[in-house]
């Protein structure tokens, strides 16, 4: 999700990554508070004092927001929840699960802690501030402290509506796994529940900037189409969870695919493989032994007029692992490959023979037909009891 994060640190075994997006909310907040928001709430003061004060509340954003998902992760460690670590981005932040929790139990807990350690820091935050006040200290320092405060305070509050993949979202779908059993059922209703809150803050980011706030309109409507994305996401992920729950690659290979000689010429190749059989992942064999594959990416990189006079085995792809899988891999764990990898098709191989061919259409196809079982199954079981 990630791909150009970078680490940072490292804080008890947790990597602590910044994407590149960051920067952009980093540079938001600054200008931001340095304009607008410190000059209001104490006047007077330099525009290079408002300027250190906002680099200093934007650093203690920057560390409020990962201690947040640092309580995530840390009782989700606790709780026999793998991290891979924690990425600071342009909405925020995310402790990167590497698992599912075991129990809706088990996800409500690591789902309040980040709420909680915000409330947290923002009563302390707040204490600091009026001790500050009290025994009278530079002001810009208890401004800054009531800011952090403050914004520790809309995290928490924002987190907890109930709308997936928010905090709140998270606790309203451990309610209903906890109560039902069915985990499916319960990302279904949170991450709906997701999806109209995403509705909600694009209608009034576009209410804002037809009233001429645009910065406030354009960061509700992102924000809304990050909610959204992120809850159909999360609902995708758990039904190919649970639909492919045990099968292996063999269950939905296709089974002695159409294959390709070394020696007959590009031409050929498109129009009597490709566009004959309409596929655009063939492997090369030559005499029943494999040897690579040919695919339509190759095929843009060499001029249409050397089609006639080029062979395919002068420009196929060899044997790489990258995109051969064992009949016997689970497909969750090829899912996982095409996430890490990009690739989207991929040869079945077994003591270096071919068996089969396996693509991401494969796997869409049959995680479709498994959410249209599910809802037909769903709808008898209403109407039985209607």
């Known amino acids: 999700m990630f791909a150009n994060s970078v680490k940072v640190l490292t804080i008890n075994q947790f990597d602590i990554k910044v994407d590149p997006s960051w920067l952009i ?10 304009q607008n928001f410190f000059p209001d709430a104490l006047p007077g003061l330099s525009s290079e004092a408002y300027l250190a004060m906002a680099v200093i509340a934007m650093l203690g954003l920057f560390t409020s927001l990962l201690l947040h998902e640092l309580a995530h992760s840390v ?66 320092i208890p401004s800054v402290l009531s800011y952090l405060a403050l914004i520790n305070l809309v995290l928490a509050l924002f987190n907890m509506v109930p709308a997936f993949p928010l905090d709140g979202g998270r606790v309203l779908r451990a309610y209903l796994w906890h109560r039902s059993g069915d985990v499916l059922a319960a990302t279904r209703t ?27 309109g354009l960061w509700q409507v992102m924000i809304g189409g990050f909610v959204l994305m992120a809850a159909r996401a999360a609902y995708t992920a758990q039904l190919s969870k649970t639909v492919f729950e045990g099968q292996t690659v063999r269950s939905l290979m296709t089974p002695d695919p ?9 031409a050929t190749f498109v129009n009597q493989i490709m566009l004959r059989y309409s596929v655009s992942f063939v492997p090369v064999t030559e005499e029943h032994v494999l040897l690579g594959h040919m695919d339509q990416s ?89």
Not at 103 to 109: F, I, K, P, Q, Y
């Open 190 to 216: 949170a991450a709906r529940s997701g999806t109209f809150f995403a509705y909600f803050l694009m209608a009034l980011g576009v209410t804002a900037l037809f009233g001429g706030a645009v910065i406030t």
């Open 25 to 34: 909310i980093a540079a938001l907040v600054t200008w931001s508070l340095s």
């Open 258 to 266: 159409i294959t390709v000689g070394p020696d007959i010429t590009l």
């Open 75 to 140: 009782v989700a460690r606790h709780l026999g929840v793998p991290i891979k670590s924690i990425t600071l981005f342009l909405f925020g932040g995310v402790a990167e699960l590497e698992a599912e929790p075991k129990s809706g139990l088990a996800e409500l807990w690591i789902a309040i802690a980040g709420p909680l350690m915000s409330l947290v820091l923002a009563l302390g935050f707040w204490g600091l501030a009026g001790a500050g006040t009290l025994i009278a200290i530079a002001p810009a």
């Open 298 to 386: 190759l095929l843009s990189g060499i001029d249409r007029e050397n089609w006639a006079s080029t062979r395919v085995g002068d420009v196929f792809v060899g044997l790489h692992d990258a995109v051969m899988v064992s009949p016997d891999t689970l497909v969750p764990d090829l899912m996982d490959r095409i996430r890490q990898t990009g690739h989207r098709k991929f040869m079945v191989v077994s003591d270096h023979h071919l068996e089969g061919v396996v693509t991401l259409s494969d796997l869409t196809a049959c995680l479709n037909e498994g959410k249209q079982a599910r809802e037909t199954t769903k709808k008898a079981g209403q109407k039985r009891k209607i």
